[in-house]
């Protein structure tokens, strides 16, 4: 079982800033598409933003011009570099990647992070 793990998530004032890392284990022979989604109370888990593996991006509309995400290929990690967050930001953050090893291919998730926007 292919276990991504997060970290970076904290408490943070309201137009602070944030990095979120989610890292894959080694024993992969690819990754493709990796995003970051996010569930905040009561609310649907919704995508923030995406990236294929060429470094082609895609983000939500509430988040463009804050958010960034990227990759390292070679350390099989990703990135959100969150900036002028705002309470309504205040969300457990999964990532997600479709990942090929050895034995098995599809969808993996995160633990998840708690980011909180609050003053």
């Known amino acids: 079982q292919v276990q991504l793990v997060e970290s970076g998530g904290d408490l943070v004032q309201p137009g602070g800033s944030l990095r979120l890392s989610c890292a894959a284990p080694?024993?992969?022979?690819?990754?493709?598409?990796m995003g970051w989604y996010r569930q905040a109370p009561g609310k649907q888990r919704e995508l923030v933003a995406s990236i294929t593996s060429g470094g082609s991006t895609n983000y939500a509309d509430s988040v463009k011009g804050r958010f960034t995400i990227s990759r390292d290929n070679a350390k099989n990690t990703e990135y959100l570099q969150m900036i002028s967050l705002k309470p309504e930001d205040t969300a457990v953050y999964y990532c997600n990647a479709y990942i090929v090893t050895m034995r098995q291919r599809g969808q993996y998730w995160g633990q998840g992070t708690q980011v909180t926007v609050s003053s």
């Open positions: 080694g024993n992969i022979s690819s990754i493709y598409t």
